[in-house]
C-alpha cells in the first residue's frame, strides 16, 4: 500500500511539471509578462491547481486521501516556486550567467576589462535599470513623482530588513578577488571611503 501511494505521488509530481512547463511556455509565448518572477510564481500556482484536480477526479489517485491530496498540492506550490527562484528569475536577473554567456560569445575576455564591460555593456544590454524599476513599481515598493524615486512604506520596510540582513547575516569574511573581505556587508561605509558623493544623486 505504501509503496503504491510513493509511486503515485512520484507520478503527480511528474505530472506537476509537465503541467507547468506547459503553462510556462504557453504564458511566455503568447500572453503579457510584467516581472517574470512573479510571471513564474502565477504559472507555477496555475499548475498546482490544475494538478489538484488531476487528483481530485481522476480514479487513479483515489489511494489518496483529501488531507493527502493538499499535503501534494502544498508540495507542488513549493516545487514550482523554486523553479521560479532557480531558473527564470535567476537566469533573467544573474550577472554570473550574463559573465558566462559573454565570454563564451566573445571567446575570452581581459581580467582587466570586466569593470567596463560591467559599466556599459551588462548595463545596456540588459536594460537593468528600466527593468529593475519596473520590477520595483510593480511590487509596490517604490513610487515615482517628477523624475524622483522614493520608497513606498512597504520598500522602507524591506529597505530595512535588508540593510540589517546584510550588516549581521552576511558572511563577515568573503573572498573578493583573492582576498577575503567584509565590504559587501557595509556597503555605505565602503562608499564613503572610497569618497562616492551620493548627495549628487539626491532629488532636489
Known amino acids: 500500500m505504501f509503496s503504491i501511494k510513493i509511486k503515485k505521488l512520484v507520478t503527480s509530481l511528474i505530472l506537476f511539471f509537465i ?9 511566455i509565448n503568447f500572453f503579457l509578462v510584467d516581472v517574470i518572477l ?21 480514479k487513479y489517485f483515489i489511494i489518496f486521501s483529501s488531507f493527502e491530496k493538499f499535503q501534494i498540492f502544498i508540495i507542488c506550490i513549493l516545487l ?20 558566462l554567456e559573454k565570454i563564451q560569445d566573445i571567446g575570452g575576455i581581459k581580467e ?3 569593470e ?7 548595463m545596456t544590454e540588459h536594460q537593468l ?18 523624475n524622483c524615486v522614493k520608497l513606498t ?42 569618497n562616492l558623493n551620493l548627495e549628487s544623486y539626491k532629488c532636489n
Open 38 to 58: 512573479y510571471s513564474a510564481i502565477f504559472d507555477a500556482i496555475l499548475a498546482a491547481i490544475v494538478t489538484t484536480c488531476f487528483l481530485k477526479y481522476k
Open 80 to 99: 514550482g516556486y523554486s523553479f521560479a527562484i532557480s531558473v527564470p528569475a535567476v537566469i533573467d536577473r544573474s550577472l554570473s550567467f550574463y559573465l
Open 153 to 194: 512604506k512597504l520598500g522602507r520596510t524591506l529597505a530595512f530588513i535588508s540593510q540589517h540582513f546584510r550588516k549581521h547575516f552576511l558572511a563577515k569574511n568573503r573572498l573578493v578577488s583573492g582576498k577575503y573581505t567584509s565590504e559587501l556587508t557595509e556597503i555605505l561605509k565602503f562608499n564613503s571611503k572610497n
Open 129 to 146: 535599470v528600466k527593468v529593475r524599476l519596473t520590477e520595483q513599481l510593480v511590487s509596490g515598493t517604490i513610487i515615482i513623482e517628477n
Open 112 to 114: 582587466t576589462k570586466f
Open 19 to 27: 503541467i507547468l512547463i506547459v503553462i510556462y511556455i504557453i504564458h
Open 116 to 122: 567596463e564591460l560591467f559599466s556599459k555593456e551588462y
